[in-house]
């Protein structure tokens, strides 16, 4: 069994809360990441399921037994780090083999598996290196051949990419999400990058201030975020949000604020007229060359496959849209834009939680 729980868990250090109260279960053979800015608890909340944090107060439990008094070296857990904490005097085979070592497994079965966690990890050639001759893609590959090595029914890792160029990120990524399905293991990730989150999770932890903001697959968290906030963590450009009022009129209800009124979905509820809000619509939902709104060109930002165009509405709000690289637009063009009603979210003007 390598399903994981956590129920109420708590940690203080002194009097600042990191993590308040996190209920969470992870799947047996799941990649479940744990997303947020930093200081949010997510390293936290791994650093309890490893047992190098005790909880405060709550329970870890993994499989059928709770383990918060169970030492780390106990738990059955394999853990990839930020720092991969290779030993730079020995050779990767014996990196690798180091875990097996200890354990005190017998030469022949050492050589076997070194050899095959070093074949799937794809770096046999450098099992005489040392870490220092590696690259930092190879040192990533070396730290993960040494957890497989030892077969652990669950991987905890830690921002295991996080000081790798963009290419290679995007290429461990890959790995990774491959590593995985061959594995069939539980996985359960932390990044900041809501990236890497969106493509190798089935399921995201969104964090904030301690607090668990919203569990869902990653399509599901992109495309009906329960806050604001996290609306405003997943997305590249961000989300745009515009605070007005929501307006009863002719049997329709209206987004309204200084300079811009939006049509809302025929499904809004009847019961927020009259309420102050946020409106949060994407970028690619914005509809610029169409719509009754104008607005001002500010900037151009040209990407190849598309173009983000930042502008003003009114002189106040500031909106970004993406759009077609074939739209060309220079800083101070007039434009018309729109929103595209039923992919507008609606927000609590106070709480941030999401209403529609």
Request: glycine share 10%.
């Amino acid at each position: 069994m390598a399903q994981i729980g956590l129920k109420e868990v708590v940690k203080k250090f002194g009097d600042f809360v990191a993590v308040n109260g996190v209920s969470l279960d992870v799947h047996d053979g799941e990649f479940l990441i744990l997303v947020g800015p930093s200081g949010c608890g997510k390293t936290t909340t791994l650093n309890m399921i490893s047992g190098l944090e005790s909880p405060t107060s709550g329970e870890i439990i993994i499989g059928n037994r709770v383990v918060n008094d169970i030492e780390p070296g106990e738990r059955g857990l394999g853990m990839v780090f930020q720092d991969l904490a290779l030993f730079p005097h020995m050779t990767v085979f014996e990196n690798i083999a180091f875990g097996l070592r200890v354990k005190k497994t017998l030469e022949p079965d050492i050589d076997r598996q070194v050899r095959a966690a070093a074949e799937a990890m794809h770096i046999l050639p450098l099992l005489g290196k040392r870490p220092a001759q590696c690259s930092g893609g190879e040192s990533q590959r070396v730290a993960l051949a040494r957890t497989i090595v030892n077969d652990p029914s669950v991987f905890l890792m830690d921002e295991p990419l996080s000081s790798l160029d963009a290419k290679l990120r995007v290429d461990m990524r890959t790995e990774l999400k491959a590593l995985h399905e061959r594995l069939n293991a539980t996985f359960v990730y932390v990044t900041h990058d809501q990236a890497e989150a969106m493509t190798m999770a089935d399921r995201i932890v969104v964090m904030n201030g301690g607090l668990v903001e919203q569990i869902g697959g990653p399509l599901d968290i992109y495309d009906k975020p329960a806050s604001r906030f996290v609306a405003g963590f997943f997305g590249t450009p961000t989300m745009n949000f515009l605070q007005g009022e929501i307006v009863a009129a002719n049997g329709a209800l209206t987004f309204q604020c200084e300079h811009i009124e939006h049509f809302l979905a025929e499904n809004t509820p009847d019961s927020l007229a009259g309420k102050q809000v946020i409106l949060g619509v994407r970028s690619e939902h914005v509809v610029v060359n169409s719509g009754g709104q104008q607005g001002q060109v500010k900037l151009i930002e040209p990407l190849g496959d598309v173009s983000l165009v930042f502008f003003e509405s009114g002189g106040q709000e500031q909106l970004v849209a993406k759009v077609a690289p074939e739209l060309r637009f220079s800083s101070g063009d007039q434009l018309t834009f729109g929103f595209q009603a039923a992919k507008c979210h609606l927000f609590d003007f106070d709480s941030g939680t999401r209403l529609n």
